[in-house]
């Protein structure tokens, strides 16, 4: 039977997943939608994200593809699987994808955010982000460090173990900014690039957060980068502070202005 491939842009709340892929006897994001997808199509239907997320780690715009047999009513369909997701996953668009196109391959770039309370007091609000009560951070301490990171660079030092061979990366945008909600302070650290290797976000916040801790110059995470020894940075931090934000097959340049227009509001 010919196929058609359709594209589904979704979010999700990482707390009580085991990451993104498919795992056996795992609760995942792709095992979810696989489910709901092959009770509606009444076909085994797979679908293929533009990358993986780990465990507890959310997204408020994630991309994947799927094969399936000409659906004639695409808002019918969207609204009955969502029905049938679990609260936790939700799909907000669903549209027939161009030839070839691949949600993996064809992704230009990746904004990730890490959040941080860094308030004496965790709101009740505060599940999806990491509670750093220690001391008020420096925001001009760490934007001086993460501009060590843009552009071309071998990021093996926070690198966790994998199979991926890559170690080379482009950071597009890499900043940090404070935002004030009632009585909480958050910090913000967003971070774009064309790809990411395994807890690089994490490690990239724990290291930063080492040398505040440690009141270490902003150029030790130039020593680390430079260094690409893992031994060298410090460990990934807690995954619920991340949030995968935004994946993009356009031009980032203009997702960027786009970003800091927006933060200037």
Same mark, same amino acid.
Do not use: W
């Given at each position: ?8 842009v979704f979010e999700f709340l990482g707390t009580a997943f ?61 609204? !009955? ?77 926070? !690198?966790?173990?994998?199979d991926n061979p890559y170690n080379d990366c482009i950071i ?59 031994? !060298? ?33």
């Open positions: 039977m010919l196929k058609t491939r359709y594209i589904i085991f990451g993104s892929q498919k795992q056996p006897d795992r609760r995942t994001v792709q095992g979810e939608i696989e489910k709901a997808l092959c009770t509606l199509t009444k076909d085994k239907t797979c679908i293929f994200l533009s990358g993986r997320t780990d465990a507890k780690v959310s997204s408020k715009y994630q991309v994947a593809h799927f094969d399936a047999a000409k659906i004639s009513n695409l808002d019918d369909f969207c609204y !009955k699987l969502n029905c049938i997701l679990p609260n936790d996953i939700k799909i907000f668009e669903l549209y027939e994808a161009k030839p070839g196109f691949h949600a993996q391959k064809d992704a230009k770039y990746k904004h990730y955010r890490y959040t941080i309370e860094n308030s004496h007091v965790a709101s009740v609000f505060s599940s999806c982000c990491l509670f750093y009560p220690y001391f008020t951070l420096n925001i001009e301490r760490i934007n001086c460090s993460l501009s060590y990171l843009t552009g071309y660079h071998d990021f093996s030092a926070f !690198k966790s173990k994998s597009y945008y890499a900043k940090a900014k404070k935002v004030i909600n009632n009585r909480s302070c958050f910090v913000l650290i967003d971070i774009i690039g064309n790809r990411f290797l395994y807890n690089m976000v994490r490690t990239i916040v724990g290291t930063l957060l080492y040398q505040e801790r440690n009141k270490l110059d902003c150029e030790h995470i130039k020593f680390v980068l430079e260094s690409k020894d893992r031994t !060298k940075a410090a460990n990934a931090i807690d995954p619920q502070g991340l949030c995968l934000e935004y994946v993009g097959y356009d031009n980032v340049e203009n997702y960027i202005e786009k970003l800091i227009k927006e933060g200037n509001k």
